[in-house]
Every structure is written in structure tokens, then in C-alpha cells.
């Protein structure tokens, strides 16, 4: 079986994001028989992205179980059967809705193992997918990521493509712990390289996407695509960036992103998450106290979410997160002579 | 030294009598395992009150003092591999679940042999080994990990059942209504065991909910919903009893165990929500006394025997408080141990 590292010469099939988690997911209740699948309507409707097709008809209804519209229910008696020697895999069908669910999430399943001395192990993977754009409106349009990352005892994934969706998604299934898997919502038809072969991707390791030498760019998920996109156009000026995916914001792989901050001497933080309490100010924070921090020749800028509900009006909605312009401006801006940049960090709005 | 106090008035005598009807024969070691279980809950608890009046304790404490035949009588069907989920309140369930009295007695001082390594504390008690899993500071948030339980159970064909504990309190949960509603349309072999000693910290159940047979809720998720003398311990014993056999079969079950908290909700309750007059008459209710009177009018075990089990639960109760006690605290390599499996 391979470990990481991404795609070799030779040239292999590509599928979706959601294929790709849907692999994942019918290889992982092949392997294990304690493994099984609940949520609502991820039986013969396949989940609310289609995400689940199939499986049902494969494996069936009891390892297939569609529940009731009852959240807290369902991520609960999920950490119950994880307590009890089955593995369950959670679906909240938008990310908005794991609110309902945060107590057995984030003060149940998160605690149980520090809280009872480390005599249980809770192997329980919720996924659920996040961000905006689909028009959906405020309520099932949220990233909430920091959210989760708030709470020790929880690990957090935001796969960016379809070979860490599914590399991912195995470790997480193979985990003990509660892991929030977040997926991608507006990826979920993307496709990307992905081998037939079984390979796992394991968690607290971060991916250098595009190597650079000029500025650093962190950012996960949806906003990772983005981001290699602004920095290939801006490579055509002689401009290089690095793009660094921690893909796990708990573990987090502080020593890649360090590192790399290090290297180029200035860091962008892009994240979808609106950026008061975003996890974004958490890495700022981390470089800012790390080695890297005296090698740096600029501060360090966070391109997030406006502090606002997810509007429902398309131009509203696309300008509420992070758009190629503002991650672009926020690279000029560091790059640029130092009086240029004092009066854009005077300038720059909340 | 504490000890139990019989209460020595006839009025008291007269009204902890014997329940009405023909009781069926149970064998002596059933008697016994009954008595004791709940002795160990009274005494247990009555000695976590001195310590922690006297500062050894610290953080807060919600006891079980008159609610012991709840918990006794329910975990006396119950074996290692049957599970259960407590609530705050949750000293009483672990005891009768088995767990080792000195454990216990060393996670209430935060000691790092403490059943949960003293990082849980008294709302927090766990005990997988024996089926426990757990107790929890959020009202009804016991309530899904049962049904979760059950879940594996049918997952893994095993003859199992999980017994739900949670309070009157717990029943205007949103998780109860999800968790009852879920365990029922799947059928699984959860008995829902509701303690309802009257009040919810303060209010009066009277004053949460409309409903004042909470049995009645049952019929709202199509499962049977039955009421037991919570201070009667053979009754309880009883009524879990036909109440497993029926979650085993057929799937859920809310059993209402009418019981009363002898002291107040947690260590800074006062009292002023109640009178002393409810509680005195309550008190006459004592299912440990009634249950130990019972014994001896039936003849079923003579004041010699209950004397004996008396110093022995006792003897068991003090040497678990002298080794907590004695135990060592965590320390910092503990701080951040077990936050995540490996």
C-alpha cells in the first residue's frame, strides 16, 4: 500500500471530489464489518450531494441506515456505537446543521476519552459538507472549521482534491478518535487524479501544492484551488508563491507551514471562514511565535470571509469570500516597496 | 463517624410498609445483592458529604441519598456486558454497576488511581469494564449514547441491552425526544429509565411539564410506557426486569421510577424550594430502611445476617475512603495524557 505523496509519472484515471469520497467510503465498509454509514437520507437517495449513491443498494440497510431529521440523536448514538465496538461514519447534510449536533460532537464524543481517563476510544467520523455558493442562503452556506478546532479531543480535516478526499477519509475511518471531515461543497464535481490503487493519507501532514519562493500562501479546502490559480498567473510576472495545504487543522502540521513561511519571509492566510475567531488567525499567531517570525520582511495577511451571514444574492454571495482579487491584491501588497506597503496595512479593512 | 440512622418511630414503620399483594419469592443472594448494593450507595455518599464538608472534596457533588433503589434494583438484572448511561447524578449507578468502590472513592479526592484517573470527577464517573458509560454534567446528553450502544449491539448480534438512566429534568431535552423517536422506529434494546425524584435542580415537575404521568410520553413514540415505585427496590427489580425482556424483544421501553432526593440537588442547594414537611415524608419512604424492615418481618434474612452485611459494607465503604485518601494526585505527565487515542 502507498502512503502519501501525491501522483507519479505515469499518467492515472481522474474522478470527481464526490467519487472520490464515495471510493473511500465503500472501500472502508469492504475492509471492516464494524464499519457502517447513517445519516439522513444517504440510503437509496444516496445523501443530500449524491455523495452516498450506491452503497445502499451494495451493502444494504444495515450498514446503510437512513435516520430521522434528529442531529443530535444521530451524532450522539454515533458516539455511543463508536464507544461500543462499531465504527460508525456520520453524514450531516450541510455543515450549518452540525450545530444542532455540537453538544454530542464537541462536549460528548470530543471529551469522553480525556474525561474518562483514557479508558475509551470514540472511532467516529462525522462529514458533512461546508462553504458557500450554491445560493443555499446564510444557513447552509457556513464554514465553521475553527469551530471544531476549538474543542481538544476532536481531529479536523478539509480535504482541497479528490486524492485527499479520499486518502484522508480512509485515516479518518481508521482513526479512534471523533474526526470532523468537512467537505467541499462546491468541489464535490471537481476531478483530480486519483490511483486505483489503496493509499492512505495520514493526518498532521501538510502538502506543499505549488512550491515558491517569493510568498507563502496557507489555505485549505475550496480555497486552495483558488489560490494555485492566482499564484500560476502571477508566476507569468516572475512573481513565485508557495501554496501550503495544511489539509488537517487538528493535527496541524505547524512545522511545513513554519517552514515554509521561513523560506519566503512573507505569509497570506486565505480561508473561506469569515475571519474574526477563523482559524487562520490561530496560524498567524503560530508563525508569529515561531522561528520564521524574525525572517519575515512583511506582516502577515489573512484574506477570509467578510464578518457576515452568507448572503443569498450571487454577486453578494461570491464577494463574501475570498475572491482571486483580493488574494491576488493581498500578494501584490506584501510584495510591494515598503512605504507602498505601510499604506496598505493602513488601508486594509476588516 | 457517619452511619445509617434506622429511623425508630412507628409512623415511620407504618408508612414504609410493606407494598400491598403477593410478593414472588426471590432467593437470599438476590435479597442480599439487593440490600448491599444499595447500602454501598447510601454509605459511599454519606461519607463523599463529610469530606467535602470538611474541604477534602473539592468542586461540586450531586447526590443519590434516597434514590438508591433505582439504581440498585435496575443493575441487579444487569451483567459486565449489559452497558448503561448515567447523568450527573451518577455515583448510585456506578456503584450498583459494579465498580470497584475504591476507585470510585479515589476519583471523587482526584486521585490518579481514581476510575477515570481523577480527570473526570463526580459528574464524570465511567466504568467500561463494567458496562459504564459514563456520566455526563449536560442534562440529556446520556440520553443518544445509549441509543448509540444499542446500535452496536444489533451491529454485532450480541445479547445485550443498554439501560438509559437520566432524570424528570432530562425529559424536556430536545435529545430525549430524538433519542426515544430513534431507538423506537429502529427497534433497538434501550430501556429508558427515568428517575423522577420531583424536581429539576429547583422546579418542581409540576412546573416543566404538562404531563404529569411521564409514562404517558411512551405513547407518543409508539413504545410501552410504564410507572414503578422508585423506593421500592423489589419493585424495581421487578419492572426492569419484564421491562428487558420486552427491549430485548420488541425494542424500547420508558419505565417512570417515582423516587425522591433525600438532600439537595448539588452541594449549594439550600433547600428553599421545598418544604421540610415533603421531605420528612419522603424520608419515611427510605427504601433502604423499608427494604432492611421488610427482610426481617418476612423473615427472608434475620437482623443477625443484615447486621453482618451492615459492618461489611461498612468495613468495604471505609477502607475504600482510606486508600483515595492515601492514593497519589496526577501529576503534570498526566496533564496532557489521553486527550487523544494513539
Known amino acids: ?350 | 463517624m457517619i452511619a445509617l440512622q434506622p429511623e425508630n418511630s412507628t409512623e415511620a414503620a407504618s408508612a414504609s410498609a410493606p407494598s400491598a399483594g403477593p410478593r414472588p419469592g426471590y432467593p437470599e443472594p438476590l435479597l442480599e445483592d439487593l440490600y448491599r448494593r444499595m447500602l454501598r450507595i447510601r454509605l459511599f455518599e454519606e461519607e463523599i458529604q463529610y469530606h467535602m464538608s470538611r474541604g477534602r472534596i473539592h468542586g461540586t457533588t450531586h447526590l443519590y441519598v434516597g434514590e438508591e433503589a433505582v439504581a440498585a434494583g435496575a443493575a441487579a438484572n444487569l451483567s459486565d456486558l449489559d452497558y448503561i448511561t448515567s447523568t450527573h447524578r451518577c455515583h448510585g449507578h456506578a456503584i450498583a454497576k459494579g465498580s470497584d468502590l475504591a476507585s470510585l472513592a479515589a476519583e471523587m479526592f482526584g486521585k490518579r488511581s481514581g476510575v477515570c484517573g481523577g480527570k473526570g470527577g463526580s459528574m464524570h464517573l465511567a466504568d467500561p469494564a463494567r458496562g459504564n458509560l459514563g456520566g455526563t454534567g449536560i442534562v440529556g446528553g446520556g440520553i443518544p449514547i445509549a441509543v448509540g450502544a444499542a446500535l452496536s449491539i444489533r451491529r454485532l448480534g450480541q445479547d445485550r441491552a443498554v439501560v438509559c438512566f437520566f432524570g424528570d429534568g432530562a425529559m424536556n431535552e430536545g435529545t430525549f425526544h430524538e433519542s426515544v423517536n430513534l431507538a423506537a422506529v429502529w427497534k433497538l434494546p434501550v430501556l429508558f429509565l427515568c428517575e423522577n425524584n420531583l424536581y429539576g435542580v429547583s422546579t418542581h415537575v409540576r412546573r416543566s411539564t404538562n404531563v404529569q404521568d411521564l409514562s404517558l410520553r411512551a405513547a407518543a413514540y409508539g413504545i410501552p410506557g410504564r410507572n414503578v415505585d422508585g423506593m421500592d427496590v423489589l419493585e424495581v427489580y421487578r419492572a426492569v426486569g419484564e421491562a428487558l425482556s420486552h427491549v430485548k424483544k420488541k425494542g424500547p421501553l420508558l419505565l417512570v421510577a417515582q423516587t425522591y432526593r433525600f438532600l439537595g440537588h448539588s452541594r449549594s442547594d439550600s433547600n428553599v424550594y421545598r418544604t421540610q414537611e415533603e421531605i420528612d415524608v419522603w424520608k419515611k419512604k427510605d427504601p433502604i430502611l423499608r427494604f432492611r424492615r421488610l427482610l426481617i418481618a418476612r423473615g427472608d434474612l434475620s437482623e443477625g445476617r443484615i447486621s453482618e452485611i451492615d459492618e461489611e459494607v461498612r468495613d468495604e465503604v471505609d477502607s475504600a475512603f482510606r486508600y483515595a485518601q492515601a492514593c497519589e494526585e496526577p501529576g503534570l505527565e498526566d496533564l496532557l495524557r489521553d486527550v487523544y487515542a494513539d
Open chain 1, 1 to 350: 500500500m502507498r502512503t502519501d505523496s501525491g501522483t507519479g509519472a505515469r499518467r492515472i484515471r481522474e474522478i470527481s471530489y464526490a467519487e472520490a469520497i464515495r471510493e473511500a467510503l465503500r472501500e472502508e465498509l469492504l475492509r471492516d464489518p464494524r464499519v457502517f454509514l447513517m445519516g439522513e437520507d444517504v440510503g437509496i437517495y444516496g445523501g443530500t450531494f449524491g455523495v452516498s449513491a450506491g452503497l445502499f443498494r451494495e451493502f444494504g440497510p444495515d450498514r446503510i441506515l437512513d435516520t430521522p431529521i434528529s442531529e443530535a440523536a444521530i451524532a450522539g448514538a454515533a458516539a455511543g456505537a463508536a464507544l461500543t465496538g462499531t465504527r460508525p461514519i456520520v453524514e450531516i447534510p450541510f455543515s450549518d446543521f452540525l450545530s444542532l449536533a455540537l453538544d454530542q460532537i464537541g462536549n460528548q464524543a470530543a471529551k469522553m476519552r480525556y474525561m474518562f481517563g483514557g479508558t475509551v476510544r470514540v472511532p467516529l467520523v462525522v462529514r458533512s459538507p461546508a462553504g458557500s455558493g450554491t445560493g443555499a442562503g446564510a444557513q447552509h452556506s457556513q464554514s465553521q472549521e475553527a469551530v471544531f478546532c476549538h474543542f481538544p479531543g476532536l481531529k479536523v480535516v478539509v480535504p482541497s482534491t479528490p486524492y485527499d478526499a479520499k486518502g484522508l477519509l480512509k485515516t479518518a475511518v481508521r482513526d479512534d478518535n471523533p474526526v470532523v471531515f468537512l467537505e467541499q461543497k462546491l468541489l464535490y464535481k471537481d476531478t483530480g487524479p486519483v490511483p486505483e490503487e489503496e493509499y492512505l493519507i495520514p493526518f498532521g501532514k501538510a502538502e506543499v501544492k505549488r512550491a515558491g519562493s517569493d510568498l507563502t500562501i496557507v489555505a485549505w479546502g475550496r480555497m486552495v484551488g483558488m489560490c494555485l490559480d492566482v499564484a500560476e498567473r502571477l508566476d507569468a510576472e516572475g512573481i513565485s508563491v508557495e501554496v501550503v495545504d495544511p489539509r488537517t487543522l487538528v493535527p496541524l502540521d505547524a512545522r511545513t507551514i513554519t517552514a515554509s513561511a521561513a523560506k519566503t519571509g512573507r505569509l497570506v492566510i486565505v480561508h473561506e471562514a469569515v475571519k474574526t475567531g477563523g482559524f487562520g488567525g490561530e496560524i498567524a499567531a503560530l508563525v508569529a511565535d515561531s522561528e520564521a517570525f524574525p525572517l519575515l520582511k512583511a506582516p502577515i495577511r489573512r484574506v477570509a470571509g467578510f464578518d457576515i451571514p452568507v448572503p443569498y444574492s450571487p454577486n453578494l454571495e461570491r464577494n463574501a469570500v475570498p475572491t482571486p482579487e483580493r488574494i491576488e491584491q493581498a500578494v501584490r501588497d506584501l510584495l510591494s516597496p515598503r512605504e507602498k506597503l505601510a499604506g496598505s496595512i493602513a488601508g486594509q479593512s476588516r
